[in-house]
């Protein structure tokens, strides 16, 4: 303790601009070279787990391994599991999933937990919540990460600009989203986090104030923006947009560059430290592979070869000996590249996320049984329309209502959407429910899921599976 909270902070952003450097040089790498770093960095993770952690420790003990340690000996590790051994698996006996739970109540701003820790929180989307911590060191490798995803835009810290970053995201100090500019705001760009959950009246007035250069936030909100701006309310010219947290399609992409003459980047993360961007080529996201290491794996856990979509993403974290995240399981179903970028950057890259596994929805089958539906599907049919802003499936138990947010004077669709879907789900075998499509033009409460947009709902109880 004794030191200043600023000056802490401070001295977290002066380490964030030494492994910014260090990661710089990893983009220049060849695949080997950065390879290796992956797996000295892997051997040091899983050393220091399996002596530090008493989870990991005691299946060190129970299943007689002995280094070299290899990854695929380690237990594939979901969410709730994560959660229900989250007291053994951290590497220092002092954090208690209840007494961070408390901590978590309270905050406001950029706190450290114990004088050293900063804790995040998942969305829960996916209906369970995970809490992630980090250490200080381990906190300014995540700002080094987020000053890559800026320098990838185009921007460089200490520029005498400052250029402007808005990011729309999570109200809560609790997501990185919010918490990352937070803990950064001392300098190196002029940050500003707006809620998404906050109404878009009001977010268009300080929009209009705050003029950025960089405006980064959930697709869905970035298209409900680009609507203001072509009816006249919003004013604004950002130089660069960026989505981030869900799905940006193209024909919102096409809008993007269109209206505001910009340049898009789609930057995929996740709380426990994985993130990918978008390179200038715009070919796909590179994931950022001297920090993690993902594997893409279908439903058996088996892996899926590059070029093939994979049923899950099986996530190491390589800096995070705090709290390990080894082969933790996320529910994004992805295609990784096959071949190279011609960027030349030694990164895989991530072509195409198709949704998440749990907004599967399963419908009963022509032939009986049933049929399981993937996201993309719904998707296909309805990315084509390019008049609907956003949309959102809502499977009920003997039909599916599709709510689309749609810009008016677009001539009628409803017939049209529910007749292209109907063939779809018949070409999948699906024995067609009624489908009920709604026109609306206003947004639900985004306040559920931190301000994030759920586009596949399932109000019925999915366990036959
Ligand atoms: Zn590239």
Redesign the pocket.
């Given at each position: 303790m004794g030191k200043p909270h600023r000056l802490r902070r401070l001295e977290d952003l002066a380490r964030a601009v030494a492994y910014r450097q260090a990661l710089i040089r990893h983009e220049y790498w060849s695949r080997t070279k950065l390879e290796e770093l992956q797996k000295r960095r892997l051997a040091e993770l899983l050393n220091w787990t399996t002596q530090r952690s008493p989870f990991y420790r005691e299946l060190c003990s129970r299943f007689r391994m002995s280094k070299p340690y290899a990854l695929q000996d380690f237990p594939i590790m979901n969410k709730k599991t994560y959660m229900e051994y989250f007291d053994e698996i951290v590497t220092d006996p002092r954090l208690r999933l209840s007494q961070l739970k408390e901590h978590m109540a309270h905050v406001a701003g950029d706190e450290y937990y114990l004088g050293e820790y900063r804790v995040l929180t998942t969305a829960g989307s996916s209906g369970q919540k995970t809490v992630i911590v980090f250490n200080r060191k381990e906190w300014s490798i995540q700002e080094a990460a987020s000053m890559r995803i800026a320098s990838m835009m185009g921007v460089i810290p200490f520029s005498t600009r400052r250029p402007k970053i808005v990011t729309i995201g999570s109200p809560s100090p609790l997501h990185d989203s919010y918490r990352l500019p937070l803990s950064m705001d001392i300098g190196l760009y002029r940050y500003h986090v707006l809620p998404a959950t906050a109404p878009i009246d009001e977010l268009v007035q300080r929009l209009n104030l705050l003029q950025p250069y960089i405006l980064r936030g959930f697709p869905s909100m970035l298209g409900l923006l680009v609507t203001e701006q072509l009816q006249g309310r919003l004013h604004i010219s950002p130089c660069i947009v960026a989505g981030g947290g869900e799905p940006l399609s193209k024909e919102l992409r096409k809008q993007l560059q269109a209206v505001w003459q910009s340049s898009v980047f789609d930057i995929y993360g996740t709380q426990e430290g994985l993130r990918a961007m978008e390179?200038n080529?715009g070919?796909g996201m590179?994931i950022f592979e001297d920090l993690g290491i993902v594997e893409v794996v279908d439903e058996d856990n088996c892996p899926v070869p590059d070029g093939n979509l994979g049923h899950k993403i099986l996530f190491t974290s390589l800096f995070s000996f705090t709290q390990p995240v080894i082969r933790y399981e996320i529910s994004d179903m992805m295609v990784l590249a096959a071949e190279p970028?011609?960027?030349g950057?030694p990164f895989r890259?991530i072509l195409a996320i198709n949704g998440r596994n749990d907004d599967v929805l399963y419908l009963p089958g022509r032939k009986g049984g049933q049929v399981a539906v993937h996201p993309v599907h719904f998707w296909d049919v309805l990315e084509s329309f390019a008049s609907i802003r956003q949309y959102q499936v809502v499977h009920e138990a003997d039909s599916i209502c599709l709510r689309l947010m749609f810009e008016k004077g677009n001539g009628d669709i409803v017939c049209s959407v529910r007749e292209q879907l109907t063939q779809k789900l018949h070409s999948l075998g699906v024995r067609c429910p009624s489908i009920h499509v709604e026109l609306v033009t206003t947004l639900e409460d985004r306040s559920r899921n931190m301000g994030k947009w759920k586009n596949i709902v399932s109000n019925v109880n999915q366990a036959v599976r």
């Open positions: 390179c080529l070919e590179h970028c011609s960027c950057l890259r």
